[in-house]
């Protein structure tokens, strides 16, 4: 999983450094930063969503005493 993170953290790099890169240019194509723009954010909601499961595992790993998550709104 930790290498999945740090892969999707590459790209997410590369494709920061392209919309700047486009939009450093003279006239930057509009549809091109946009789809970049996309790409990113789907890239960093994935980062998140593999975060957030690590997160759990660790809070899932602790004594049921220490873990703190609310059942009430478990359902929501």
Do not use: C, W, Y
């Not at 486009?22 to 994935?46: F, S």
């Not at 809070?59 to 709104?73: V, Y």
């Amino acid at each position: 999983m930790k290498q999945l993170l740090k892969a999707l953290r590459a790209r997410h790099s590369i494709v920061a450094a392209k919309i700047d890169e486009e939009q450093r240019r003279p006239q930057p194509d509009g549809i091109r930063v946009r789809a970049l723009k996309k790409i990113k954010l789907h890239l960093k909601e994935q980062i998140m969503l593999l975060e957030r499961g690590d997160a759990m595992k660790a809070t899932a790993a602790r004594p049921k005493a220490l873990n703190f998550g609310s059942p009430i709104l478990a359902g929501r």
